[in-house]
């Protein structure tokens, strides 16, 4: 069965500079999410998208932006690099069926250097 | 405001037994939603069970299952039969079901099974 697909994996970036995250929800799912994951902590809810629109907003710096496109990939942005954006980043994705089951993608390990 | 609580950050269980991860939440939202996720040593996140705050009977998944006693405001997930490929961070998870799509996410259970 096909996943949620992230790219890059690995991302290396010197501060100050920006990165983008892309993320392919699994066919016909209409909700993405993403998160970030520092090490040893749990995952942090940074922003949601259902049906291209954004519908929910956690604590994702002003420095970070997102959107999700026609296709439903989803993009996130994010720019003037901090040594502590240095994380594990995951997108999610689910289906509006009632169970809301997000499906994790194998996420993105962005190191700030 | 939502919250989470795993209280133990880690546990062992000898394998072929059966072990329980504690999780309990807050809300004062009616409909919302549980999940268990597990992350192993490679930190991909993997779904377990879900588990709806309408829904009557206790969810199962093959060797899981969630103990879920709404007045109580707990979840627990039991692993039946351990097997050494369990070994693993495990996290609770909720989200509401109305209102928004912002999911909270519990400390996380270290999980060791011995051989």
């Known amino acids: 069965a096909a996943g949620v697909i992230q790219s890059p994996r690995h991302l290396i970036k010197e501060k100050r500079e920006t990165a983008t995250l892309k993320c392919y929800p699994i066919?016909?799912?209409?909700?993405v999410y993403w998160y970030q994951q520092g090490p040893g902590q749990d995952p942090q809810f940074l922003i949601s998208?259902?049906?291209?629109?954004?519908?929910d907003k956690g604590s994702i710096p002003d420095r970070f932006s997102a959107q999700q496109f026609s296709d439903y990939h989803s993009e996130l942005n994010m720019s003037s690099l901090e040594l502590g954006d240095s994380a594990l980043y995951f997108c999610?994705?689910?289906?509006?069926?009632?169970?809301?089951?997000?499906?994790f993608g194998p996420g993105t390990r962005l190191l700030v250097l | 405001a939502q919250k989470i609580t795993q209280t133990q950050p880690g546990m062992f269980v000898q394998e072929k037994e059966a072990v329980t991860l504690d999780c309990t939440y807050d809300?004062?939202?009616?409909?919302?939603?549980l999940f268990w996720y597990k992350q192993p040593s490679s930190g991909e996140m993997i779904f377990l069970i879900y588990?709806?705050?309408?829904?009557?009977q206790n969810a199962t998944e093959g060797r899981y299952s969630l103990n879920f006693q709404k007045a109580r405001k707990s979840a627990n997930l039991v692993i039946s039969a351990s097997q050494l490929g369990d070994s693993a961070m495990y996290f609770c998870?909720?989200?509401?079901?109305?209102?928004?799509?912002?999911?909270?996410f519990g400390a996380g259970t270290r999980l060791f099974v011995k051989a």
């Open positions: 998870a909720m989200r509401l079901l109305t209102g928004g799509f912002k999911t909270i």
């Open positions: 999610a994705s689910s289906q509006w069926t009632g169970t809301e089951t997000q499906y």
């Open positions: 809300t004062s939202d009616q409909s919302y939603g």
């Open positions: 588990q709806g705050s309408y829904d009557e």
């Open positions: 066919p016909r799912h209409d909700t």
């Open positions: 998208f259902y049906e291209k629109m954004q519908s």
